[in-house]
């Protein structure tokens, strides 16, 4: 049961040290009750207290971590049900099932097609997270050889969809790792959690309702084990909504914790997948590897899981496109990611040689910028004195972008020496500009 603020400050040396980042211990109180600081900030609680507060300082979705050779898959510690509240903070990981009755030649293909794929979106890497090798064939030694193989051609976390007699020849293979096993069940869910803890590995508790995910939960926390993962089973997309909002929804606003645990969801289509990442997956088992699905979700997961307060960025500073001579024309815009791409993304593919000096906006592009004052004519003069590119070109003629020709007169006065032409409002017409006006 949560704690109230005033039943933590009890429990608290009420000394009003400050050294927690906070003007009282009943402040701190307050906050540790709301989830928004961790106890271990006050360095004087007793461990009596701290026993008496552990249940009360937990998160309200359990942070689990899945890992193989340095490479780490985070799901849970969210604090909000809505990301416009304050953010997501830990991107559902996004897996490939692959049978085990697949023979090795498939297994090698299937295997080969998600490690080549790679896409750069704003600058941002993006791949695929690991694997769900499932124990279709029943067979233990089977599914042990398909794991073997999928460990020789990638070092990406894993998740083991197997019962007992899989996972006990399987799991010894991935000694140092932390792979998600299951999924336990009424029936099966002592052998399941006896193996998970030996290995140090996650489980997946399956149900198909509220009440038998929680009281299954249960079981299994008290055979010892904490690290979890719910996978709430319905027939269809609605079903599968709101037992996901509702897990969520009683995880932070009542603090329950037997449903207080990041959630699994395997996707067949690409609705599915879609609500995955949206409400309110942890991790995500996509039924088939198609590039044509993995891009768009890929992104999509990046947007959702970007804090909607801080715009996605490129450093500021001068970008040389198509190797620039010093006789090549200058243009300006702002460090909003998107801005930068789709300037950068125009002239590139148009092979005209450019210098592109992005400046420092905050992350905002050229019409929000400027209207919020981040994107003004000392500004600009400023990052052209800091690159120095009077010593790049040898002209000075730059080229502003059309969205803020006003900003011409100001900027001719922050820096007299340089002709500022006006280009074109968006760009997509850039190149033929620079074609025909430069
Ligand atoms: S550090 Fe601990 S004792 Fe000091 S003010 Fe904060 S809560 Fe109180």
Redesign the pocket.
């Known amino acids: 049961m949560a704690l109230s603020g005033i039943q933590i400050y009890k429990l ?14 009943l ?3 307050m906050k540790l009750a709301a989830k928004q600081v961790e106890l271990a ?5 007793s461990e009596a207290s701290k026993a008496q507060l552990a249940e009360s300082s937990a998160p309200p979705i359990r942070l689990v971590s899945l890992k193989a050779d340095g490479r780490e898959v985070k799901a849970g510690n969210e604090v909000v049900l809505f990301r416009h509240e304050k953010t997501f903070y830990n991107k559902p990981g996004v897996f490939v099932k692959l049978a085990d009755s697949l023979s090795e030649a498939e297994l090698q293909a299937a295997l080969k097609a998600v490690e080549a794929f790679h896409v750069n979106y704003v600058g941002i890497d993006l791949s695929l997270d690991g694997f769900a090798v499932e124990n279709v064939s029943g067979d233990g030694a089977r599914f042990a050889a398909a794991v073997k193989t999928v460990r020789a051609h990638s070092k990406r976390p894993l998740i083991l969809l197997a019962g007992e007699a899989g996972l006990a020849a399987a799991l010894p293979l991935l000694a140092g790792e932390t792979p998600l096993v299951g999924p336990a069940t009424d029936g099966n869910w002592q052998a399941l959690a006896a193996l998970a803890k030996e290995h140090k590995a996650a489980l997946l508790v399956q149900g198909e309702s509220l009440d038998a995910l929680a009281e299954l939960s249960e079981k299994i926390k008290g055979a010892g084990l904490e690290d979890l993962v719910l996978q709430p089973v319905a027939a269809t997309l609605a079903g599968k909504l709101a037992l996901n909002t509702h897990i969520r929804r009683l995880a932070l606003k009542k603090n329950f914790r037997p449903l207080g645990f990041p959630t699994l969801a395997v996707a067949g289509s690409a609705e599915e997948a879609v609500q995955a990442v949206t409400k309110y997956a942890g991790f995500i088992i996509l039924e088939r590897f198609a590039p044509e699905l993995a891009y768009p979700l890929l992104v999509l997961r990046e947007n959702i899981y970007t804090d909607p307060q801080k715009p996605i960025q490129v450093q500021p500073g001068v970008y040389e496109i198509n190797n620039p001579k010093p006789t090549d024309p200058v243009l300006v815009t702002t460090n909003f990611s998107i801005t930068y791409f789709s300037v950068a993304n125009e002239v590139e593919s148009s092979g005209l040689p450019a210098w592109l000096v992005v400046v420092d906006a905050e992350g905002m592009s050229v019409l929000t910028a400027w209207a919020a004052g981040k994107f003004d004519a000392e500004r600009i003069a400023k990052s052209f004195r800091t690159f120095n590119m009077a010593d790049k070109v040898s002209h000075k003629r730059l080229v502003l972008p059309g969205h803020v020709a006003v900003l011409s007169g100001e900027l001719e006065a922050e820096l007299p020496d340089w002709e500022i032409r006006v280009g074109p409002r968006e760009a997509v017409d850039l190149p033929k500009f620079m074609k025909q006006a430069l």
């Open positions: 608290l040396p009420q000394t009003n040290c400050k050294e927690c980042g906070f003007p009282t211990c402040a701190f109180a900030s006050c360095p004087y609680v």
